[in-house]
Structure formats: C-alpha cells, structure tokens
C-alpha cells in the first residue's frame, strides 16, 4: 500500500464545535477523505482505536489506504476522546456520517453504501452508531476489529469505559452503550475479528455482539484467531492475524462494496 496525504480534510464542526473544552487541536475534530481510484462507489467511515484517550495512526491512513486497494473510498474521523465524554464521540461520528452522505455527488460516493469500521475503542463508537442511529446516520455494513462492546464486568475493557463514562459510571449509561443489548433488526451486516487471548479486550465481546445479531437475523461473519496480541492493525507483520484484511475484503466483495 503506497502512503499518500488526504484529498481533502475538513473540520466536523465548522460553524463551531458543541461542547467544546478549549482550541487545541484536538478539541476541533476533523475528517480526512481518502477517494479511491476505479472507485466501486463505497466508503467506509474509519475509527481509530486508542481506549478513549487517544487514536492510534496505524489504525487511521494505512487503513483508508487498504480500503483504497479495494475501490472503496476511506474516510478518517478523528473524533474526540478524554477529557470528552459521551455523547461527544458519537455525536462526532454521527457529524461525518451526515458530511458523507451530504457529499456524496461530489466525493462519488453511493450514499447507500457507506458502512463504519473501528478497532478497540473505535470499535466501540462504530458499534455504537450501529445500534444508535437516527433514519440519516444508519451505517449500511459495519467491520469491528478487536472491538469494545460491552462495559459490563467481567469483559468490559475498564480504561475505554472509565475514559468515555467517568469512573464510578452511572449504570445506566453502562447498560445504554453495551451494544450487545441494542441490536435489532436495523442493526446492520458485520463482519468481525478478535482473537481467543487477547489480553485487553476479551474475545466475549464479539461472541455476545454475535450471539446477539443471531438471535435477531443480522447477517455477521466473525474470525476468531487462537493467539495475538491487542491493537495489531493491519497486522502485515503477522503471517496469520495478517490474515484478516484478506477475509474482510472477500466479505467486502461478497456484498458488492469491494472489487
């Protein structure tokens, strides 16, 4: 995959950003718009991992890049994290869905084919705007990598949760943002992939998100490797996790989004 700057980069918020903390960076989140060449009119929205408190790069550029291979345009959204609390990542994220959409004509994109693809803690927000949508915001696919889902004990991952929530939590918040006791029928096509031993986020939250878009007919495809680490990425290092990129593309193909 050959690096390459964005074709455009545009502010989320530019008649000003809700809830704004200061006027740093990262107070003024961005999109950064990856066109794919031989585009198949597909776009995926992409949520870098990083446990709330950060957004780790390899899991940003080198992945709209990826997607870029397969005709599909990447969009990058760097959304805010800690000291920002929910609702603000999802609102951030729910904002670049309606910018791509709004734009569809002039990026050449299909309006009804933009899905949303997260790692970790971005899984979690990818997640969340999966089974929290309103009739404009609904992903049409979705591809959560090692993904946070639910932040009830024992297989939440306690620093996303604390970082996006507060800590002590309210519990009622804890029971809105675990995902896996919001799908239903809407919820879209996923793909997954964990790992059996991943030592942060526990693999029984892709079995539970699973289980639950099962119990509701949602079609899903889930890859659960025996062994590797946390936070691969791409994972072109590794002969085997680096597997899943391949799986996810033939996914991708199988639904008409890839070539």
């Given at each position: 995959m050959t690096a390459r700057i964005a074709d455009e980069t545009l502010p989320l918020w530019p008649e000003g950003v809700p809830g704004k903390l200061g006027d740093g960076t990262e107070d003024n989140p961005w999109l950064e718009l990856y066109r794919a060449p031989n585009a198949t009119g597909a776009a995926v929205l992409?949520?870098?991992?990083?446990?709330?408190?950060?957004?780790?790069?390899?899991?940003?550029?080198?992945?709209?890049?990826?997607?870029?291979?397969?005709?599909?345009?990447?969009?990058?959204?760097?959304?805010?994290?800690a000291p920002y609390r929910h609702p603000e990542p999802?609102?951030?994220?729910?904002?670049?869905?309606?910018?791509?959409?709004?734009?569809?004509?002039?990026?050449?994109?299909?309006?009804?084919?933009?899905?949303?693809?997260?790692?970790?803690?971005?899984?979690?927000?990818?997640?969340?705007?999966s089974t929290k949508y309103d009739g404009q915001t609904r992903p049409d696919f979705s591809i959560l990598?090692?993904?946070?889902?639910?932040?009830?004990?024992?297989?939440?991952?306690?620093?996303?949760?604390?970082?996006?929530?507060?800590?002590?939590?309210?519990?009622?918040?804890?029971?809105?943002?675990?995902?896996?006791?919001?799908?239903?029928?809407?919820?879209?096509p996923t793909f997954m992939f964990h790992t059996a031993d991943d030592p942060a986020v526990p693999i029984e939250n892709a079995l539970i998100y699973a289980q639950a878009l099962r119990a509701h007919g949602v079609p899903f495809e889930l890859h659960a490797f025996e062994h590797g680490r946390h936070g691969?990425?791409?994972?072109?290092?590794?002969?085997?996790?680096?597997?899943?990129?391949?799986?996810?593309?033939?996914?991708l193909r199988a639904r008409g989004l890839a070539r």
């Open positions: 992409i949520c870098p991992g990083g446990g709330y408190t950060r957004r780790a790069q390899h899991e940003a550029e080198p992945v709209a890049w990826w997607l870029n291979t397969l005709g599909i345009t990447g969009i990058v959204v760097h959304y805010r994290v999802l609102n951030d994220l729910t904002r670049a869905m309606r910018i791509t959409r709004s734009n569809a004509a002039k990026w050449e994109i299909d309006p009804g084919r933009v899905g949303v693809l997260g790692f970790s803690a971005g899984g979690h927000l990818a997640a969340t705007l990598l090692y993904a946070v889902i639910t932040l009830h004990p024992p297989s939440a991952h306690t620093g996303s949760r604390n970082n996006l929530l507060r800590d002590p939590s309210d519990p009622d918040l804890i029971n809105l943002l675990s995902h896996e006791r919001h799908v239903n029928l809407q919820t879209p691969v990425g791409l994972a072109q290092d590794d002969p085997v996790l680096g597997m899943w990129p391949t799986l996810c593309a033939n996914w």
